[in-house]
């Protein structure tokens, strides 16, 4: 064996889409029991990479090399059968089959006979191995996220896998959960294994990677570089290929009128528990509120009772004095309250229907775009244009399909749609989630406009840095209630934090809280 | 072994050229033809006679494609019925229901009589092609309704309803308008029938025997009504997105309820004013079984249409071109077969437009300079 054997070389791949260079002449090497990190702003070709990687795709040229020997791999079988697996960011499970029958599943033994228990057990010796902690004979949909993804994890070792591919694993993850995969990622790179890890979180790369490859528009920027060495503004600079920066500017401005009052409001979530127990909160014109919070403590049903979305139990929502609560969401709207809603593909968007079908989603009813009866087609066309150049959208045309854009630019798409009408107020959740940083610093820019314009804006984000960048107010959720609203200018990330965990601030200011 | 080519299926990531969905959907009707010849050749048949019969009892004479077209005629409406449903992910398999509904509800102007008998021919007409319209739509109501207000299943709702329509008609035309004991109503009189080619025989020698009904001209219209209201109108956006995604729908503001009503009742609207065209244009009273299942018929037509209107017209002439062949020939069970395979090679072709199948040659592995 060779000083420093490499797990995986790729040299030279070119992959060539119609009309689109995906990949060009990209070299990327794995060494054994390491974690390289691949970056790359949205649609840079890191997902493409990896697709030939794991036998999605052919190269168009180039060579895949596996511990030295060149492959060439017709399926995701034959990538399988050399040793890589693939975690996808969006889980591949059955939701009503237990753990190990996931495990199981497409594999040639068992053949007929399950014998589960065998097979249970099997899971759990190699669950010991690597310390990935599932009950293996829990079906799916009782898991969580994260230990969804320790299943992934483990169906890959099981089939063999030394090389393993992270897609994005840490977007949907909670906090206390990224922190334990990060633990994961390094038992098994311990143990011999190599992990390609892909993430726009620039912090978690610099945390747990080893080495680094950046793309850019298809093409290597960085290649292999040790992360020893490099910072933050540095990756994100190779990636975006300009310098970002990190705060990006607000300035100081007085607040207007009331625009949202929201009162004593109480709702269920999905599951008809109590989500909201009686949240209070005010937003002036010019203004952003931030809400922060652990997912789940509320913000969701929060951010669909003041646009219509959800009912209500008790309580009371009013934009300008105009009460929205119990209303359907057509009054929100036309009240002036803009939603980018958490869920970009389920909610914010239709997937194939065209860019200009979806930026008029809210304007076909008036003029110039709604004319009668009808849609005047030009004018749709004209308008879609114009918001797909103020606001960079890249696509080929606004004939694009939306499902067709990447994440960055289908939340420029739902942006460019729900701030154009001048809102009164915008209720943004998460509107930044799973966005590389150029597109993070635009879509923020976006909304420190709408405030210098005056708009109120309740922004909902799990990003504490982000909020702190952005807000001029900051109020913590938890279990459904406000536990306490600080200036964001002075607020402290241990006194959010205590209220993120359920203690209110009267009770941090009094003196009853446990020091952190 | 190694072959000198290789097939490679990737998922496609361009855009579908226009022209790709009608080649394939023409191709494949020449797959299946080739295929079912193959077949009639293995039963013995010489397949390019029977091609020729079919082409001569269809096609051959203006006779022949005015029969074709009687029978595309109700297909086209009821094609048209399904397409628009099936635009919003409405899946509405009760046009035959809805058939019948319009089909009693036309004859409800003679038979009660809703005008008086003694009316101008358009005055009875227009009542007609109004009421077949209402019997649909109610018809389409129900379902839609009780998908709206309560969330049924309106696959099992629409599909039950066709055979309580059934038995509706049924009941009236063995009890109570049957004439002389048998299970259909007396003929209607000539007010209500639609004009046909063959009432100009006198001034036209070429129009004798030639039963082509004014109720093609109704389908023609209603394509054009249909392509309009889904590609031109409000409406027609509000229903591709609410098909699209119902959550981004509700989100945008729309009244999804209202919306699944009104889609149903246009549906069904449509498919009532191909059970009053039948009524009216051809069998010229109200009889058991005027739909040899034009309702279901009419859902493979949309869906062989890719819910395309003008598309729809040329599939229900196919479709009408394989009922009359299917009389003309034995066994019948040919066409039918021939039906079959258009339908499993126009839905198998779909992995042309969502694929992009490339022919490669084998080339060794090579060192990229």
Not at chain 1, 24 to 29: A, E, M
Not at chain 1, 225 to 249: E, H, T
Not at chain 2, 132 to 149: D, E, H, R, T, V
């Amino acid at each position: 064996m060779p000083e420093a054997p490499y797990a995986v070389q790729m040299e030279n791949i070119v992959i060539r889409f119609p009309g689109v260079l995906a990949n060009d002449r990209v070299n990327f090497t794995l060494k054994q029991g390491e974690i390289h990190a691949l970056l790359g702003e949205n649609g840079a070709g890191k997902s493409t990479l990896m697709s030939a990687l794991s036998g999605l795709y052919k190269p168009t040229s180039g060579v895949i090399r596996v511990g030295g020997k060149p492959v060439s791999f017709n399926s995701p079988k034959d990538a399988i059968a050399a040793g890589i697996g693939m975690v996808h960011q969006h889980f591949m499970l059955v939701p009503t089959q237990t753990v190990t029958e996931n495990i199981l599943l497409g594999l040639d033994t068992p053949r007929f006979w399950m014998n589960l228990p065998e097979y249970d057990r099997k899971v759990v010796a190699l669950q010991d191995q690597y310390g990935l902690r599932v009950d293996p004979t829990a079906q799916i949909w009782q898991l969580a996220v994260g230990e969804q993804q320790r299943v992934e994890i483990l169906k890959t070792l099981y089939r063999g896998a030394n090389v393993l591919i992270f897609d994005e694993p840490t977007a949907v993850l909670a906090p206390a959960e990224i922190a334990e995969f990060i633990q994961t990622m390094r038992s098994l790179v311990a143990q011999g294994k190599s992990i390609i890890f892909i993430s726009h979180k620039l912090h978690e790369v610099e945390e747990v990677a080893d080495r680094i490859t950046v793309l850019r528009k298809g093409k290597v920027t960085a290649e292999g570089l040790p992360m020893a060495g490099l910072n933050r503004a540095k990756l994100a600079q190779l990636m975006v290929g300009r310098d970002v920066i990190f705060a990006v500017k607000k300035k100081a401005q007085e607040s207007g009128n009331v625009i949202l009052e929201v009162k004593n409001l109480q709702a269920s979530n999905n599951k008809g528990a109590p989500a909201l127990r009686g949240v209070n909160l005010t937003i002036r014109a010019g203004e952003i509120l931030g809400i922060a919070g652990v997912a789940g403590n509320g913000q969701s049903e929060l951010a669909e009772c003041i646009t219509g979305l959800r009912e209500c139990e008790s309580g009371s929502v009013q934009v300008d004095g105009q009460e929205l609560a119990n209303q359907p969401p057509i009054t929100a709207i036309q009240s002036g309250v803009s939603h980018i809603p958490e869920d970009r593909n389920h909610v914010g968007s239709a997937p194939n229907l065209t860019i200009t079908d979806n930026v008029i989603m809210k304007h076909y009813r008036a003029a110039p775009i709604g004319n009668g009866a009808t849609i005047d087609s030009a004018q749709a066309a004209i308008y879609a244009q114009n918001l797909k150049k103020t606001y960079d959208i890249l696509a080929p045309s606004v004939r694009t399909q939306a499902r067709k854009l990447s994440g960055g630019n289908l939340q420029k798409v739902i942006l460019s749609r729900e701030i154009t009408a001048n809102p009164r107020l915008i209720v943004a959740v998460q509107p930044t989630r799973g966005l590389d940083v150029g597109a993070v610093e635009a879509i923020q820019e976006h909304l420190l406009d709408q405030r210098t314009q005056g708009a109120a804006i309740l922004l909902i984000s799990e990003e504490l840095e982000e909020l702190l960048t952005l807000s001029d107010r900051i109020a913590v959720l938890f279990d459904g209630r406000v536990m306490g609203v600080v200036e964001g200018a002075t607020a402290s990330v241990e006194e959010i934090g205590m209220m993120m965990m359920g203690t209110e601030l009267t009770a941090q200011k009094s003196g009853n809280a446990v020091s952190l | 072994m190694r072959l000198p080519f290789t097939l490679y299926i990737e998922k496609r990531t361009d855009e579908v050229p226009g022209w790709l969905p009608a080649a394939t959907s023409v191709g494949s009707v020449i797959a299946a033809l080739i295929v079912s010849g193959v077949v009639l050749a293995l039963i013995g048949a010489n397949p390019f006679i029977v091609y020729q019969f079919f082409y001569k009892a269809t096609f051959g004479s203006w006779a022949a494609f005015s029969d074709t077209i009687v029978k595309a005629t109700p297909l086209i409406m009821v094609g048209l019925a399904c397409a628009v449903a099936f635009k919003m992910k409405l899946w509405n398999i009760g046009a035959e229901g809805q058939f019948y509904l319009g089909a009693f509800f036309a004859s409800l102007v003679v038979l009660v009589p809703i005008v008086p008998p003694d009316s101008p021919k358009w005055l009875v007409l227009t009542a007609m092609v109004v009421m077949g319209m209402i019997g649909g739509a109610i018809w389409g109501f129900i379902p839609g309704y009780l998908k709206a207000k309560f969330d049924v299943n309106e696959i099992i709702s629409t599909l039950m309803l066709n055979y309580v329509a059934i038995l509706w008609n049924n009941f009236w035309i063995f009890d109570r308008w049957s004439d002389a004991g048998f299970q259909m109503t007396p003929t209607f009189d000539k007010t209500a029938w639609l004009p046909r080619l063959s009432d100009y025989a006198r001034q036209y020698k070429a129009f004798s025997g030639i039963t082509l009904h004014l109720g093609v001209i109704f389908g023609l219209v209603a394509a054009i009504v249909v392509w309009w209201v889904l590609s031109r109108s409000r409406w027609g956006y509000e229903i591709r997105l609410i098909g699209d995604n119902p959550n981004a729908a509700r989100y945008a503001g729309l009244n999804i309820a209202r919306n699944i009503v009104l889609v149903m009742m246009f549906s069904g609207a449509l498919a009532g004013l191909a059970g009053m065209a039948e009524v009216s244009g051809v069998v010229h009273r109200l009889q058991e079984r005027i739909s040899p299942g034009y309702g279901f018929t009419g859902i493979i037509v949309a869906w062989l249409a890719k819910l395309n209107p003008f598309a729809v017209i040329l599939v229900s002439i196919l479709f009408g071109a394989l009922i009359v062949a299917g009389r003309e020939v034995q066994p019948s069970g040919i066409s039918q077969m021939i039906q079959g395979f258009v339908l499993f090679a126009v839905i198998s072709s779909d992995v042309l437009l969502r694929y992009n199948v490339r022919l490669i040659r084998t080339a060794p592995v090579e060192e990229a300079a």
